[in-house]
């Protein structure tokens, strides 16, 4: 029998019905961004201010998102802190898609689906992951997207950096997580 990874994110559970607010012993920290778009009440409070298409939405989005992230930490609500965490880290990531490709499309299109069976959250990543991929815009490094990604990395490293919120997460990895790991 295979042991749980206790550290592992849950997507077995029912996101649909569960207030990680009320419960936060449900909650994982995951890997990366894994979970940003399921976790409520948080998804519905912070993805409204998240946008990157041009530097200066950006800046106006990181901020936004930065501010939920102090606000989280003064309630002493990790689970919040490390979801606004995960938005400014995504605002990075996304960014840095499109301004490496222009359509966000990373993949050239095939015809064998490479998702196909997978269990979840792999089976939503691209069919055409696998195949070669496209060519990187000429100006990458240094188009909008490339600078509102910018944006987002300063943001996301001052919070996962923060000493509050990694001291947060000590507490909250001691408090929830199994002790025999």
Same mark, same amino acid.
């Given at each position: 029998? &295979?042991?749980?990874?206790?550290?592992?994110?849950?997507?077995?559970?029912?996101?649909?019905?569960?207030?990680?607010?009320?419960?936060?012993?449900?909650?994982?920290?995951?890997?990366?961004?894994?979970? /940003? @778009?399921? /976790?409520?009440?948080?998804?519905?409070?912070?993805?409204?201010?998240?946008?990157? &298409?041009? +530097?200066?939405?950006?800046?106006?989005?990181?901020?936004?998102?930065? &501010? @939920?992230?102090?606000?989280?930490?003064?309630?002493?609500?990790? /689970?919040?802190?490390?979801?606004a965490r995960k938005?400014?880290?995504?605002?990075?990531?996304?960014?840095?898609?499109?301004?490496?490709?222009?359509?966000?499309?990373?993949?050239?299109?095939?015809?064998?689906?490479?998702?196909?069976?997978?269990?979840?959250?792999? %089976?939503?990543?691209?069919?055409? &992951?696998?195949? %070669?991929?496209?060519?990187?815009?000429?100006?990458?490094?240094?188009? +909008?997207?490339?600078?509102?990604?910018? /944006?987002?990395?300063?943001y996301w490293f001052?919070?996962?950096?923060?000493?509050?919120?990694?001291?947060?997460?000590?507490?909250?990895?001691?408090?929830?997580?199994?002790?025999?790991?």
């Open positions: 029998m &295979k042991a749980i990874d206790e550290n592992a994110f849950p997507y077995h559970l029912d996101f649909k019905t569960i207030s990680f607010s009320q419960h936060p012993q449900l909650y994982r920290i995951g890997i990366g961004e894994q979970g /940003v @778009l399921l /976790v409520e009440p948080y998804k519905s409070e912070i993805l409204p201010f998240w946008r990157f &298409k041009t +530097e200066e939405i950006a800046k106006k989005s990181a901020e936004m998102i930065w &501010k @939920l992230f102090e606000n989280y930490l003064r309630n002493n609500d990790f /689970v919040g802190a490390d979801m938005f400014l880290q995504m605002g990075f990531t996304r960014a840095r898609r499109y301004a490496n490709h222009k359509g966000g499309k990373k993949y050239k299109k095939g015809d064998t689906d490479h998702s196909k069976g997978l269990p979840y959250p792999y %089976s939503q990543g691209s069919a055409d &992951k696998g195949n %070669s991929q496209l060519p990187q815009q000429i100006d990458a490094m240094t188009n +909008e997207k490339a600078r509102a990604a910018d /944006v987002f990395k300063q001052k919070a996962k950096d923060n000493p509050l919120y990694l001291d947060m997460k000590a507490d909250f990895r001691n408090k929830y997580y199994s002790k025999n790991q």
